[in-house]
Nanobody, 127 residues
Framework: QVQLVESGGGLVQAGGSLRLSCAAS????????MAWFRQAPGKEREFVATISWNGGSTDYVDSVKGRFTISRDNAKNMVYLQMNSLKPEDTANYYCAAATTLMGWRILVRERQYDYWGQGTQVTVSS
């Protein structure tokens, strides 16, 4: 059974850093685009970052550009999100997602393009 499990969330002060991890199992994800989305209380889930199958292409929402970095290790079936210079507005539940039905070289930023999701990991940034 395909499973995505996020970890690494927590409470951090503004300006601090966290590294989120996503462990993929039960399927072959090395050919799939992967992404991170987030959902803050009372808000819709939004795209944060995506990475192509080989890590050659990435994209980010404007609000995290220059602060967040997405990466992957296909040998370990892992995807990471390094988050630096965190702000209170980054507080949200962060979800890992995999797009297994579309070409892995594509940059995919829409929720409906992703068919597998993790349960999420909470990130709270205090001011």
């Amino acid at each position: 059974q395909v499973q995505l499990v996020e970890s690494g969330g927590g409470l951090v002060q503004a300006g601090g850093s966290l590294r989120l991890s996503c462990a993929a199992s039960g399927g072959t994800f090395s050919n799939s685009a992967m992404a991170w989305f987030r959902q803050a209380p009372g808000k819709e889930r939004e795209f944060v970052a995506t990475i192509s199958w080989n890590g050659g292409s990435t994209d980010y929402v404007d609000s995290v550009k220059g602060r967040f970095t997405i990466s992957r290790d296909n040998a370990k079936n892992m995807v990471y999100l390094q988050m630096n210079s965190l702000k209170p507005e980054d507080t949200a539940n962060y979800y890992c997602a995999a797009a297994t039905t579309l070409m892995g070289w594509r940059i995919l930023v829409r929720e409906r393009q992703y068919d597998y999701w993790g349960q999420g990991t909470q990130v709270t940034v205090s001011s």
